[in-house]
């Protein structure tokens, strides 16, 4: 299949300190997509990476997709209280959707 | 609001019971998926119709039955579950297959006795 291994699982971080989640895969990734679920929430589709070595903001958030294509990041910069929840990562292949595990962010006022 | 409208949302039910799980969307899209999102593990796609039509069955016991009768709505019929069922369901649409952004309902959350 195309298991996406995200890390870490947990991260606890003081407001206004940085944020990466790391996405890896053994294979090569056709595209990520990033999303977020807030706790009791549904996920929220973020931004899609497609080419190799892409890199997309959007205000403190940062995403990067791998020259290699096999891996992806999420950087938060200066995290708020609003950045708490779980991030995922996303791959596709046809029809089908491999999400990873997600890393649970608290922000600690 | 995402314009993915998931009834009931909450459901309790025993392992004899038969209920269904409603999803539709309000979005003009052509795709619709079911996942399973349990504690610790990651989303698990379902199910996946097209237009209509299943075009992914990711090996999900019989207990779990889709139905898509038009592109806005989509069912999962359910009976004679297990404990290990319990679980959040969310439905997701999206513009196409090849188009595949997903946008979420709120989820089912099922709890099975």
């Known amino acids: 299949g195309q298991q996406v291994m995200q890390i870490p699982q947990y991260q606890h971080v003081q407001e206004g300190e940085d944020f990466t989640t790391y996405c890896n895969s053994s294979t090569t990734l056709s595209n990520i997509q990033w999303y977020k679920q807030r706790p009791g929430g549904h996920p929220v589709f973020l931004i899609q990476l497609v080419k190799s070595g892409e890199v997309k903001k959007q205000k403190r958030l940062t995403f990067q997709f791998g020259e290699a294509k096999k891996n992806s990041s999420l950087h938060i910069t200066a995290t708020q209280t609003t950045d708490v929840g779980t991030y995922f990562c996303a791959n596709t292949r046809g029809n089908q959707f491999y999400f990873g595990t997600g890393t649970s962010l608290t922000v600690i006022p | 609001e995402t314009g993915v409208t998931q009834t009931p949302r909450h459901l309790v039910m025993g392992m004899t019971n038969k209920k269904s799980l409603k999803c539709e969307q309000h979005l003009g899209h052509n795709a619709m998926y079911w996942y399973k999102q349990s504690a610790k593990k990651p989303l698990e796609l379902m199910f996946v119709y097209s237009l209509e039509e299943r075009v992914e069955n990711n090996s999900v016991p019989s207990r779990f039955s889709p139905e898509c009768p038009n592109s806005s709505h989509l069912f999962l019929h359910l009976h004679t579950l297990q404990p290990e069922d319990s679980a959040l369901y969310l439905c997701?649409?999206?513009?196409?297959?090849?188009?595949?952004?997903?946008?979420f309902g709120a989820g089912t959350r099922l709890s099975v006795l």
């Open positions: 997701a649409s999206s513009q196409a297959l090849a188009k595949n952004i997903q946008y």
